[in-house]
């Protein structure tokens, strides 16, 4: 096979996350996202690395939504497990952020994944989707699922998440 049959290339872009993330004590969680969601300030890297997009976020919901792409497969075919993580920790994660005050931060404590489906070429868009169970002063707990267009699951979670006051 030539390296030019097989070959691919993937380019993307990013702007400083350190601009958003200077923002980020002036605003309440839902507003930083609001503002994340419509442009105003840049998505993060990682977005850009992986090709999703923020959908939609609410109070206590965040959607983010994924076009699989051969870019993100894994060796046996299928788009790799830890994609699915990197989607429902944003999701899930961001979902708690909704609820946070101005100048309250968080980190992921930890997450668990339950991944039910293959993500496939043929699995069109699918989309994180992140609700908060509980936010309080110190900890906040979302829970996520990963859905196809007809609602069909391909993986669910939980997470916990440490809340902090930003400095």
């Known amino acids: 096979m030539s390296e030019s049959t097989n070959s691919r290339r993937r380019t993307y872009h990013w702007q400083d996350p350190r601009a958003a993330a200077a923002q980020m004590p002036d605003m309440t969680g839902l507003e930083f996202l609001q503002a994340m969601r419509n442009g105003r300030l840049p998505r993060p890297p990682i977005s850009a ?13 965040a959607i983010f939504t994924l ?15 830890g994609v699915y993580a990197v989607l429902l920790d944003s ?4 979902a708690v952020q909704t609820r946070l005050p101005r100048g309250v931060g968080y980190t992921t404590l930890e997450y668990k994944i339950n ?11 699918l989309q994180a989707i992140g609700r908060a169970v509980h936010v309080g002063r110190r900890v906040g707990t979302a ?3 990963l859905v196809d267009e007809a609602g069909k699951i391909y993986a669910h979670g ?9 400095p």
């Not at 690395?49 to 919901?61: I, K, M, P, Q």
């Not at 999701?91 to 961001?94: R, V």
């Open 158 to 166: 939980s997470t916990t998440c440490l809340i902090f006051p930003l």
């Open 91 to 94: 999701a899930m994660s961001c």
């Open 49 to 61: 690395a992986l090709g999703y997009r923020f959908t939609s976020v609410s109070d206590g919901e």
């Open 67 to 81: 076009e699989p792409g051969e870019h993100l497969f894994n060796p046996i075919g299928s788009v790799h497990g």
């Open 143 to 145: 829970t996520g699922e």
């Open 115 to 125: 991944l039910v489906r293959p993500m496939q070429l043929d699995s069109g868009p």
